[in-house]
């Protein structure tokens, strides 16, 4: 897995996945987001590259919705068929803010 | 009776040096201190001086002959200046007072004044000449007459307004006197000689001294011979009688004089020839000496004389020039040793292997010279491993060059997937061809077969290696082992096989470690690296283990130099696996194992990325939940395709557990309220198509289905 940081003008921050997010993968991405969380006025998260997740990826989705909840939020952009469908399967796709990757909003 | 006492009075030395001789060799006298020493003997001596003024030889017209002199003479020259001075003190005291009871008058200071300076004249013979050594005869004769030539030369210069009667004397008491001394000390100086050695210690041949001093003795002799004759010629060419007396004094003066003179012109030389010469020599061949027994680094610097100065330079500089010219064959040798050693290093295979399935390192740190240490590892095929370490007996060229030809027989007799101990068979009987330096080879050979983890071994002559299972700690793997290589043509060699099971490791090495000595000749030891070996942790790689025991034997030998090769080789078995499937230990090291496994496989079966994505999300929620919650020891995955449907076998050894009776979590909770547990198995059902469990052997069995062309359920 790779991660790519970008910071937006409103004070929000972009990361980009790629690769696997599993039980090998995610303490990285976790230990990443504990450090910007606090300071950041929003979390967008692409997927566009992201080849698949796992509970262990989700685990780490679902504990930062919870911090962020009053700072700006988390957005999951990009997201592939095969991610979206373990979003759906698990019923995250109801407590995430996501945007699919044909652009459709939901 | 005249003739018997003056005989006795001769002996009498002799008899007195005896006695001191033999205290000094066979009591207790041998312990006594150096001055009270001299002082015994320079009383006893100086007594006896006492005894021949007391009891001398009466001639006619009151002439005494005594042999007075040879006591002091013999305390000086044969025990010591101070022996000889307390006896000349005592026998010339005596001599000065025996006047007051009957002692002559005439000879009064004459012979109190030889016997004194007799003491005093051999104590420096002693010194000057001999070194404090015992003289020769023909010394101690010489010493002797010219001690009494003097003592009649002084009762004529003490007594010349009398000199005729004087003269009296000396006609009479000369020739026996002078004889009598001079016997008498050289029979003392010969019972005071060592006994003589019965092998020469260095070299028969005559010093330079030696022969100078001969010769010069000759001249001397002949020249007052020559001198005395003429003189003698003399005497009858003058007749008148008050002129005859005086020409006799004449005469006898002279040659008195002549022996006094040639006597201290013969000390001289000698004394200059010893000084200037043989000391200069000795202590040239002193450096010399020390040259030859290897010490380089000695210069010669004699600077008394030019000869010895130039002497001193050209020794120098032959030894400068020989010394320049090793240095350059040394450097020469060098080099051609650090090729050699640079041949022989990059002979061996690329230190470390690391694959998925075996991680594998190997270390050699030659010592200086170039040694006969070797291993080597290589595939065979994708699934068969071959590592071998080994060392040549001796060191040096030789050791390198068999070292060679062993490596590429043993390569070469593996070909064709030869069982192991018939290569050992075949690559002894081919080094014990034409072997003619008689070396030899211990080994310690090992095929491991990566797909069951079956290892078959075969051990010539070589270090047991160390086995730690996984979990456990290092042990000698210690089997009946078989002969050396290349040692007898017949030897027969033993496959044994052990089963490695993941995370077993296996630790090789030469004597070079066990044997590595530090600053106290304590060497490093095989229980020392057991224990040093079993504080490793079970995560370290091959190539840790391996440079943890470099550095504890670095760190033990300390400053000692390295005098053997230091080889050593690590296999680590990480998983065993062939086409279908994987077996591991399940450690959090585990996922990349298995999922490289897993998505390798499914891509070389051209399986739909969509069915494949699934798969390894559903792999890494099943495998994560044995990691992390099943305390197995060992687990594999197996992959199967029955018609349309591909199958994830799971097999492990720990808490029996059934994934399909576990209860869903609420999937529709806000996400204030939404827990993790239970959404792995959750999302593997709902991602497979088919969940089978059964308990079995021991065994958690699961079998999870995905249907090709089927949606997921």
């Given at each position: ?7 937006g ?8 996945i790629?690769?696997r ?14 450090s910007?969380?606090?300071s ?5 998260l692409?997927?566009k ?7 262990a ?14 700072n ?35 | ?25 066979k009591?207790r ?6 001055v009270?020493?001299q002082?015994?003997v320079?009383?006893?001596?100086g ?6 003024t ?41 001599r ?10 005439v ?12 003491g ?5 013979m ?62 003392a ?12 210690t ?17 001249c001397?002799?002949i020249?007052?011979?020559?001198t005395?004759s ?23 003066l ?17 004394q ?56 350059e ?50 595939l ?33 007799s ?6 192991i101990?018939?290569?050992?068979g ?8 034409g ?14 077969d ?7 071994y ?8 160390l ?6 700690r ?14 007898m ?7 044994q096989t ?6 077993d ?10 044997e ?13 690296l ?23 034997v ?6 000692a ?24 230990f399940p ?5 990349t ?13 051209d399986?739909?990325s ?30 199967g ?5 591909l ?15 576990a ?51």
């Amino acid at each position: 897995m790779e991660l790519e940081l970008k910071n937006g003008l409103e004070g929000n921050t972009t990361i980009t996945i790629k690769g696997r997010l599993d039980t090998s993968t995610a303490p990285e991405l976790e230990a990443k987001l504990d450090s910007i969380v606090p300071s950041s006025k929003g979390i967008v998260l692409d997927m566009k590259d992201l080849r698949y997740i796992s509970s262990a990826g989700l685990r780490v989705l679902l504990k930062t919705q919870k911090s962020v909840g009053g700072n700006g939020g988390m957005r999951l952009v990009n997201v592939p068929e095969s991610v979206m469908e373990v979003l759906e399967i698990t019923g995250f796709s109801e407590i995430l803010e996501i945007e699919s990757q044909t652009g459709e909003e939901r | 009776m005249t003739f018997i006492k003056l005989v006795a009075a001769t002996l009498f030395p002799a008899f007195l040096t005896g006695i001191f001789t033999l205290l000094e060799r066979k009591t207790r006298f041998s312990s006594w201190s150096y001055v009270a020493k001299q002082i015994a003997v320079g009383l006893a001596f100086g007594g006896f001086a006492v005894l021949s003024t007391e009891y001398g030889v009466q001639l006619n017209e009151g002439v005494i002959l005594n042999v007075r002199d040879a006591g002091p003479l013999c305390a000086g020259l044969l025990f010591g200046a101070p022996a000889g001075l307390i006896a000349g003190t005592i026998g010339g005291l005596h001599r000065w007072l025996c006047v007051y009871w009957g002692g002559g008058t005439v000879t009064r200071v004459a012979c109190s004044m030889a016997t004194f300076l007799a003491g005093v004249f051999s104590g420096i013979m002693r010194h000057t000449l001999f070194d404090g050594k015992t003289p020769g005869i023909p010394s101690a004769f010489g010493i002797g007459t010219t001690m009494e030539v003097l003592h009649m030369l002084l009762v004529l210069a003490t007594n010349l307004s009398d000199v005729s009667h004087a003269f009296l004397f000396v006609q009479l008491c000369s020739f026996p006197m002078v004889l009598c001394n001079g016997i008498a000390l050289s029979l003392a100086t010969l019972v005071h000689r060592e006994p003589r050695r019965k092998e020469k210690t260095t070299t028969r041949s005559r010093n330079i001294r030696q022969d100078f001093g001969f010769w010069l003795f000759v001249c001397v002799v002949i020249a007052f011979f020559i001198t005395g004759s003429f003189t003698q010629q003399i005497i009858y060419r003058i007749t008148t009688d008050d002129a005859k007396l005086y020409r006799n004094v004449t005469l006898y003066l002279v040659a008195f004089m002549e022996i006094l003179i040639y006597t201290a012109l013969f000390i001289l030389i000698y004394q200059m020839l010893k000084k200037k010469v043989t000391c200069n020599l000795e202590r040239v061949n002193e450096g010399l000496r020390s040259i030859t027994a290897g010490n380089l680094d000695t210069t010669i610097d004699v600077r008394t004389y030019r000869e010895f100065s130039e002497l001193s330079d050209d020794v120098n500089a032959t030894v400068s020039t020989l010394k320049r010219y090793i240095k350059e064959a040394e450097e020469r040798i060098d080099q051609e040793l650090e090729f050699a050693r640079q041949i022989q290093i990059s002979a061996l295979p690329r230190t470390t292997t690391s694959r998925k399935d075996f991680d594998m390192y190997a270390s050699m740190h030659a010592a200086k010279e170039v040694g006969g240490d070797f291993y080597d590892f290589y595939l065979t095929d994708n699934y068969t491993l071959v590592f071998l370490i080994a060392d040549v007996s001796g060191k040096g060229i030789p050791a390198a060059m068999f070292m060679m030809r062993a490596k590429t027989l043993l390569k070469d007799s593996m070909e064709g997937g030869r069982p192991i101990d018939e290569v050992f068979g075949r690559t002894n009987a081919k080094l014990c061809e034409g072997n003619d330096a008689n070396m030899f080879i211990t080994a310690w050979m090992g095929r491991l077969d990566l797909r069951t983890g079956r290892l078959e071994y075969v051990n010539a002559g070589h270090n047991p290696p160390l086995l730690r299972r996984r979990g456990g700690r290092f042990e000698y793997l210690r089997t009946k082992p078989n002969f050396i290589l290349a040692g007898m043509e017949q030897s027969r060699y033993r496959t044994q096989t052990i089963q490695l099971q993941p995370g077993d490791a296996l630790y090789l090495y030469t004597d070079g470690v066990t044997e590595a000595a530090n600053g106290s000749e304590e060497l490093f030891g095989e229980g020392r690296l057991e224990r040093m070996l079993s504080q490793i942790g079970n995560d370290a790689s091959a190539k840790a283990i391996c440079s943890n025991v470099a550095e504890a034997v670095k760190a033990f030998a300390g400053d000692a130099p390295q005098s053997d090769d230091i080889t050593m080789l690590c296999v680590k078995m990480n998983a065993i696996q062939d086409k279908d499937m994987t077996t591991t230990f399940p450690d959090d090291r585990s996922f990349t194992i298995v999922q490289d496994f897993l998505s390798n496989r499914l891509e070389t079966a051209d399986t739909p990325s969509r069915t494949m994505d699934r798969m390894l999300v559903v792999n890494d929620e099943i495998w994560s939940n044995i990691v992390h919650y099943s305390n197995a020891s060992k687990a594999s995955l197996r992959l199967g395709r029955e018609g349309d449907v591909l199958y994830m076998h799971y097999s492990d050894d720990g808490e029996p557990y059934d994934p399909t009776q576990a209860t869903a979590p609420d999937t529709t909770l806000p996400a204030q309220e939404r827990q993790m547990g239970g959404l792995g198995i959750h999302m593997a059902k709902k991602l497979s198509s088919s969940m089978d469990y059964e308990y079995k052997d021991g065994l958690n069995q699961l079998k999870i289905g995905f249907a090709l062309d089927i949606k997921p359920q």
